[in-house]
Nanobody, 124 residues
Framework: QVQLVESGGGLVQAGSSLSLSCIAS????????MGWFRQPPGKEREFVAF????????YYADAVKGRCTISRDNDKNTVYLQMSSVKPEDTAVYYC?????????????????WGQGTHVTVSS
């Protein structure tokens, strides 16, 4: 069992940077691929990024590629999402998730555990 708690959301100005964290409980954090998803108001949840258990591979959605960095610290059971040059369309509830699977990691159904989400609002 893995419990995930996100933090770092809030109100940010367009063009600024955003930093989110997700702390996991459980001794097997390092064996999971970790992902970030987001759900904009009135829209479906969408993939943002994932990072493999070892941190040696990352993957980003086109909407955030070049503006976003996902990283993890397995010693701290924490995964991070940093986003620069934020836009109003980045407004969403951001969720971190953990997956024990090796494929399909852009899809929410492949993730076993989810956090409660943290709200991010980007003002123009």
């Amino acid at each position: 069992q893995v419990q995930l708690v996100e933090s770092g959301g809030g109100l940010v100005q367009a063009g600024s940077s955003l930093s989110l964290s997700c702390i996991a409980s459980g001794r097997t954090f390092s064996s999971y691929t970790m992902g970030w998803f987001r759900q904009p108001p009135g829209k479906e949840r969408e993939f943002v990024a994932f990072i493999r258990w070892s941190g040696d591979r990352t993957y980003y959605a086109d909407a955030v590629k070049g503006r976003c960095t996902i990283s993890r610290d397995n010693d701290k059971n924490t995964v991070y999402l940093q986003m620069s040059s934020v836009k109003p369309e980045d407004t969403a509830v951001y969720y971190c998730a953990a997956s024990s699977r090796g494929i399909g990691l852009r899809y929410s159904y492949t993730y076993d555990y989810w956090g409660q989400g943290t709200h991010v609002t980007v003002s123009s």
